[in-house]
């Protein structure tokens, strides 16, 4: 069977055995004659695999019982409208750092709506970094504060948790949600669209304190309240069963493998790998990332020229080395290291660069 | 392997050699070497899954150029907020009838925005019909006239397509999209949440004009907007891939099954089937729905007792009959008899019945 090492960005690379086992019972759900995706979400055997997803999440992340797991459809795109909707007011405004694409984006469906404030934005240096603590201007008044954790396009993570000083910290994990231990408790809210590193494309998991969703404001439509999703377990109308069961399968396997510690061990060895082959090709390489605001999971590098990019796409690909074309944005290459991707694929990828700077 | 006629309303049975050919490619896509569910929805091949979707959904109902199909996630329960959202004002309102449970929740969200009519309702009859044309009270000055085809709880479906004097006509088609031929063209927009008849629980198929997508009002959230998923053929983000990948091998199927007409004669049938065991018990069942409105997709009927109709359900499994245990708001039983149930599982259910009925 053909299976090429993928570095694509989302929808992404899941782990083999994951596929193998949704393969192997695609027909049959849990002896029910049916497929998971053919079965009731009423059903005691769909009610088994929802909540067991939703434990096992809590579990890797250390949370208890004052958390709740959300499963909602839309994308991150429609988390950043949701957040403003649900919390914050003119009165008491969202506040966001914008160090990326996506974080852009958040911040400006909560402008659109009359009740952002621009705490930090490291735009003017394209994004090549992460602000610092000392640089992040949160309003007391603020209803909370929002963060990208892991900006997917530019290639930086945060790698410290923001003082907030009290405002609810909420941040958007989509690129690197359960993929290292943090004390996931300094936050308030945390959301994923999963297809990055947990699941296929189709639900967003939230993960919020409860004492945040129980209320929602009136006059929101049903499907645009959080409160309507915990009230109902994510079950008040058909949830997208199948994202759900693969991300119950992905947070399985994270667990067998030894949680996010382990997660953690791989990826920083993956990545580790992948910047020096960076740092090491004597200039051949540079990455688009400031050093201290690199990513775990999304390696950004240009190449000394466009023609020379063109042909690394090329002839990574005929070494089964699959989507390395970095975003337009950016340009140059991004190896997406997902925690799915085998330590095999990056030092595929890293002997490949080597050779690639040798012959160019 | 272990099959059953699965007679649920949703999720619900799916043509199994859709299943097979969605098993058998699950690990190497289009010799991609990755899954369906980890290509990137940005490369070759997914979008021809996509487009191609599109593009079978639009032939098999007819419709030119002049509509278009777009993938939306959230279910029917968040289009029931984004029509109003996007189409009624209140000068210009959404027009309702109200025939069930879905019907009434679209009413709801559009009147909670104040920007809803009631054109008819049968709730003070328990929803065992269809309102006739002439009971329909749609508002000269109405945006739109808002239906749901088929209610998936009550078992009752239009039989006719409501002249609406040039106000835009737009249905709920959740429980019966694709199942028979109609004259598309006098909708202008049909939505379905797939998990009825058309695929895995995820994605949003909605069928419009056009002329109604280029649009939508500036001050709503992106991901509320038509206009956003028309601009950007439905991949302003990350869409739910999987979902509209088996939405297309169902719209191939019924492609190659013969299209609507072969899909109108098969349900027909097994509606007969079903129908004609009803009134043929000398009243041990007894329908729901009055019998010029029953649906051709969802059978609803009571047994003389409820302690029969457990009865009845329980040895219905027994013989492989899953899921007709009718909705809490009807009682009894309902047999749900989409595009994929075989007539064979019809017959099955059939002969029970009789057998029930002598037995009991």
């Known amino acids: 069977m053909k299976r090429v090492y993928n570095f694509n960005p989302g929808p992404a690379t899941l782990p083999l055995e994951v596929l193998q086992e949704a393969q192997a019972e695609f027909l049959n759900f849990a002896d029910s004659g049916m497929s998971i995706i053919e079965i009731s979400h009423r059903s005691k055997p769909y009610e088994k695999v929802h909540n067991q997803a939703k434990a096992d999440i809590l579990e890797l992340m250390g949370l208890g019982d004052d958390y709740e797991v959300l499963f909602i459809q839309g994308g991150a795109s429609l988390q950043f409208a949701m957040i403003p909707l ?40 394209n994004f090549r970094r992460i602000p610092r603590q000392d640089e992040l201007k949160i309003s007391p008044d603020s ?7 892991n900006n997917t396009i530019f290639g930086t993570e945060y790698h410290y948790i923001p003082d907030t000083k009290n405002i609810p910290l909420f941040a958007d994990m989509s690129s690197d949600m359960l993929s290292r231990p943090m004390d996931f408790k300094k936050f308030s809210l945390i959301y994923a669209g999963v297809q990055k590193n947990l699941g296929p494309a189709g639900v967003v998991v939230v993960v919020a304190k409860k004492s945040l969703l129980e209320k929602s404001p009136e006059n929101l439509p049903t499907m645009l ?8 377990n994510s079950l008040y109308n058909t ?35 992948l910047y020096d082959a960076i740092d090491e090709s004597n ?78």
Do not use: Q
């Open 225 to 232: 309240k959080y409160e309507t999703f915990y009230k109902k």
């Open 86 to 125: 649900n919390f914050a007011t003119k009165e008491k405004p969202g506040s966001y750092a914008v160090t990326g694409t996506f974080a852009k984006n958040a911040h400006k469906e909560a402008n659109n709506l009359g009740v952002a404030t621009l705490a930090a934005s490291t735009e003017s240096e």
């Open 239 to 273: 949830p997208p069963a199948f994202s759900i069961y693969m991300v119950g399968k992905v947070a399985a396997w994270i667990k067998n493998c030894g949680g996010l510690e382990e997660m953690a061990k791989r990826n920083s060895a993956k990545a580790k790998i």
């Open 283 to 360: 200039g051949f390489y540079k990455g688009h990332a400031e050093k201290d605001s690199r990513s775990f999971m999304n390696v950004t590098f240009r190449l000394p020229s466009e023609d020379l990019e063109k042909k690394f796409v090329a002839e990574a690909l005929e070494k089964n080395l699959s989507g390395v074309k970095g975003h337009r944005s950016v340009g140059g290459m991004r190896a997406s290291i997902y925690n799915a991707m085998p330590i095999e694929g990056v030092e595929t990828l890293a002997d490949f660069m080597k050779n690639f700077a040798k012959n160019n």
């Open 143 to 149: 209803a909370y504060f929002h963060i990208c954790n």
